[in-house]
Nanobody
Framework: QVQLVESGGGLVQAGGALRLSCTYS????????TAWFRQAPGKGRTFVAA????????HYAESLKGRFTISRDKAKNTVYLQMNHLQPEDTALYYC???????????????????WGQGTQVTVSS
């Protein structure tokens, strides 16, 4: 049974940084794509970043490139999201997601992911 547990959210001032962690268990193959999505208040869930198939490549929402970095530590079964130069518009509930069978063209689509964590709140004050 796949489980994803996010941590690392919190309150930070604009211009600050946070690192989110997603610890996973139950992966039965090496082909899992793991991703971060976020949901701002009153809005839908949007793609942030992904590591495709156990880290063969990384992908980002265009607007977040250069500020956010996704990485994966296989020894710790953890995926990280380093977020720098945070702005109030980054305030959202951040979710970790995973799926074993995605193709590259699908990784930005939330409905393609089978497994989700419970989310961790990030609040950026101005």
């Amino acid at each position: 049974q796949v489980q994803l547990v996010e941590s690392g959210g919190g309150l930070v001032q604009a211009g600050g940084a946070l690192r989110l962690s997603c610890t996973y268990s139950g992966f039965t193959s090496s082909t899992y794509t793991t991703a971060w999505f976020r949901q701002a208040p009153g809005k839908g869930r949007t793609f942030v970043a992904a590591t495709f198939r156990s880290g063969s490549s990384t992908h980002y929402a265009e607007s977040l490139k250069g500020r956010f970095t996704i990485s994966r530590d296989k020894a710790k079964n953890t995926v990280y999201l380093q977020m720098n130069h945070l702005q109030p518009e980054d305030t959202a509930l951040y979710y970790c997601a995973a799926d074993p069978s995605l193709i590259l063209s699908s990784i930005r689509r939330e409905e393609q992911y089978r497994y989700w964590g419970q989310g961790t709140q990030v609040t950026v004050s101005s």
